[in-house]
């Protein structure tokens, strides 16, 4: 869910085939939290406990070999 309180899932569906680094990324631009790292299996979900985080808006960012090739929006209530 986007806005989200304490859960939210991130999933891994195109990306089968690459190493990726998934990384939570506060307002100003910061690494707060590194979600994932590695070669995800097939449409694979990670769950991300989001209550050791303050409310706000952050980015979701995708990087496989060093470059950002997703990123999205999250909202902390």
Do not use: C, H, M
């Not at 631009?29 to 995800?40: E, I, M, R, T």
């Not at 979900?45 to 929006?73: C, H, M, N, W």
């Amino acid at each position: 869910p986007n806005p989200a309180k304490n859960n939210a899932t991130v999933v891994l569906d195109q990306f089968s085939d690459k190493q990726v680094e998934v990384n939570l990324i506060n307002i100003l631009g910061a690494k707060v939290n590194q979600l994932f790292s590695g070669v995800p299996v097939n449409y694979q979900e990670i769950p991300v406990d989001l209550r050791a985080f303050d409310k706000g808006i952050y980015f979701v960012q995708v990087i496989s070999d060093g470059d950002v090739i997703v990123t999205d929006k999250l909202l902390i209530e």
